[in-house]
């Protein structure tokens, strides 16, 4: 009897655990939750700042950055994200899995 209440409970608990993590990266959540992702060259020359509910999303920063290159051939042409990777921000999960490019950028500390 006690094997079955617990076994119910721990059931319940993982069900409401993943109706949590699928409904947090749902888009309308992740309106409220979506951190704004900032890249940058070494010498700075080049800021990007994604913005997602405006439409300056990763793809426009992508052409931002090739044009950037383009204009200037003499400057740093490595882009780096000055944010931290945060798995344990279940609500994120789904951009890891939708922009993975966005994460294998190398890091570099804010300034």
Do not use: C
Not at 28 to 40: G, I, K
Not at 65 to 73: A, G, I, L, N, S
Not at 90 to 102: C, L
């Amino acid at each position: 009897m006690k094997t079955q209440k617990n076994n119910k409970v721990l059931k319940t608990s993982l069900i409401i655990a993943g109706l949590i993590i699928i409904l947090s990266n749902t888009p309308p959540a992740q309106f409220f939750f979506l951190e704004e992702y900032h890249y940058t060259n070494k010498d700075q020359s080049f800021n990007y700042t994604e913005f997602p509910g405006k439409a300056l999303d990763f793809k426009v920063g992508q052409r931002r950055w090739e044009r950037f290159k383009t204009q200037h051939p003499e400057k740093d042409h490595t882009l780096y994200r000055t944010f931290r990777i945060k798995p344990y921000q279940f609500w994120e999960w789904w951009q890891y899995i939708a922009h993975p490019k966005r994460f294998t950028l190398p890091y570099t500390p804010p300034n």
